[in-house]
């Protein structure tokens, strides 16, 4: 990736977790990368469009951490637990990115940017769901595409609500969150199984 792309990009989500994405200024963001102000928009035509890239960023990580745990399991609602813990974890470790990337999905315009970010979780989900339907552990007719993208938005959802909403939820309150949530998912992807 271009190196002053790449500036561009680190500067906002510092400067958008420092001031807030409503007080920022591209001025901010330049100041922050080293570069023109002319330079910020041959890359991007506004300081929400630099969000997805952001959020690019996150998920990318989200889905090679991913990749590392679910390799080292192979039974279904361990992976499951495997992705809801690895959601979690980041999310609680970075609550205001998260925070300042949900105010630019809500404010952009081009959701289908947004549904394009997600992709590589997408792709780990589905790989998951479709080895799991081939061993008959799913119901052959499930649409896995789908499911992947419900499980995804349920467990990020859920994991939003817990760290956004609450300033220090407990280790007891986090816990039973995700037990809740496993319980969920394990009724969604058994319910009219074949075994």
């Known amino acids: 990736m271009d190196d002053k792309r790449q500036r561009i990009i680190k500067a906002a989500a510092e400067v958008f977790r420092r001031k807030g994405v409503e007080k920022t200024k591209i001025a901010d963001i330049t100041r922050d990368a080293g570069v023109a102000l002319g330079t910020f928009y041959l890359y991007f035509p506004s300081k929400y469009s630099v969000m997805p ?4 960023q996150n998920i990318n990580s989200v889905a090679n951490e991913l990749g590392q745990v679910t390799t080292k399991e192979d039974e279904l609602f361990a992976q ?5 813990d690895c959601v979690f974890k980041r999310i609680e470790a970075d609550r ?14 081009n ?12 792709a780990r989900i589905i790989h998951i769901l479709a080895k799991h339907r081939d061993r008959g552990t799913l119901k052959p007719s499930m ?6 993208k419900l499980l995804i938005g349920f467990i990020e959802t859920s994991a939003e ?3 956004m909403y609450n300033d220090n939820p407990s280790e007891e309150d986090i816990c039973q969150k995700k037990r809740d949530l496993m319980d969920f998912i394990k009724g969604a992807l058994t319910a009219g199984s074949i075994n």
């Open 161 to 163: 609500q817990l760290f």
């Open 80 to 84: 499951m637990e495997q992705f809801v």
């Open 96 to 109: 205001a990115v998260f925070c300042f990337l949900l105010a630019g999905v809500i404010s952009s315009d």
């Open 53 to 56: 890239e952001i959020a690019m």
């Open 111 to 122: 959701h289908k940017g947004w549904e394009s970010v997600y992709a590589p979780i997408y």
């Open 143 to 148: 649409d896995i595409e789908s499911m992947a």
